[in-house]
């Protein structure tokens, strides 16, 4: 059993752990566009590979996974996700089973605006969400929310390109300035992130992982706190099972005075994952016994509340970098 894991970059964590769950059973392929993505070079073997929008990509990754005789692929990035989804049937081909969820549902995550309605449309709390200016005045203007808000790109990630505005002046500047941005209320409330896995043979939810995130940095939680909630357990069980996603997803939820809303869906590893891995949720052994056939037994909560993951730099030194 050999998974490639695409995009790496400096999910050197991510790679350690599928180290330790296909230990005798198999290797990691990493694959990145920079020689000096770190995470490579804690694979077993690793290639540089073009940019994921360069004509040619998946020819790269197909080669790769007919040399390294790969089971499974996943990637860290956004944008990759739906790539990967898009071209599941030749994957399959070649005997290799893209580890997530399906194209639709990748975009879906990657609109922001799409996910507020598909939410939204299915009863579930979030944030008031706008894609014309006309249409949030209205509402500003009817007391039905107030300022700040956040204006952010409608397709995003890592919290790029994100402002808070405290009027309608800098409101219709990031948006006349920016493309397709999305106009979002702002929640006041305690950040939650959620850690899921969803049965690829059973379709069943049989993992979630929460935490308080304490500090953020670069869109990444920096410091959380491992935390428990029945309600919030059953809350996310429904989302996922009603959503349709697979595999790995990382939900971001708020805490607005004891109420949850769901903010967005990353469907694949978060940054704040190994606070969860730490604490004993390992989904990387989840992975393996899907891609062997075998359906994984419910395990959530079955960690410990209190444990608190602060995240501190670390560096690596090789021969040889490039510059880019």
């Known amino acids: 059993m050999n998974i490639l894991i695409a995009s790496c ?46 004509e040619g990509y998946l020819d790269v990754l197909y080669e790769i996974c007919r040399k390294e005789e790969i089971t499974g692929i996943l990637s860290l990035i956004d944008p990759e996700l739906s790539l990967l989804a898009q071209h599941e049937a030749d994957f399959k081909k070649l005997g290799v089973t893209v580890i997530g969820s399906s194209y639709e549902l990748c975009e879906r995550a990657l609109n922001k605006w799409e996910m507020y309605k598909w939410l939204s449309a299915h009863g579930y709390q979030c944030a008031r969400s706008y894609m014309d200016v006309e249409s949030f005045m209205r509402d500003i203007n009817a007391g039905v929310l107030s300022f700040p808000v956040f204006v952010k790109p409608a397709r995003g990630s890592a919290s790029i ?5 405290y009027d309608e002046e800098t409101v219709r500047l990031l948006v006349s300035h920016g493309e397709e941005m999305m106009i979002q209320e702002f929640l006041e409330g305690q950040e939650i992130g959620a ?15 929460t935490k308080k995130k304490l500090a953020m940095r670069a869109g990444e939680t920096d410091k959380s706190v ?28 708020f805490d607005v005075k004891g109420e949850y809303y769901i903010s967005e869906v990353n469907p694949r590893f978060g940054g704040g994952y190994p606070h969860a891995y730490e604490c004993g949720v390992d989904h990387m052994k989840l992975i393996c016994n899907n891609l062997a056939g075998k359906e994984n037994d419910v395990m959530t909560g079955q960690y410990e509340e209190g444990l608190v993951m602060m995240k501190y730099n670390e560096i690596m030194i090789r021969r040889g970098g490039t510059e880019q």
């Not at 198999?26 to 994921?52: F, H, M, Q, W």
Request: contains cysteine; neutral net charge.
């Open 161 to 165: 390109a994100i402002s808070v505005a």
């Open 195 to 209: 850690d899921c896995y969803i049965d690829m043979q059973s379709g069943r939810t049989v993992s979630v992982f």
């Open 226 to 253: 491992s935390f428990q909630d029945k309600r919030l357990f059953a809350l996310i069980e429904k989302f996922t099972q009603e959503s349709g996603f697979r595999g790995q997803i990382d939900i971001d939820i």
């Open 9 to 54: 970059g400096t999910r050197n964590k991510i790679v350690q752990y599928f180290n330790k769950a296909l230990a005798g059973r198999g290797k990691t392929v990493a694959a990145d566009c920079s020689a000096n993505a770190p995470a490579l070079y804690e694979a077993d073997a690793y290639y540089i590979v073009p940019r994921i929008t360069e």
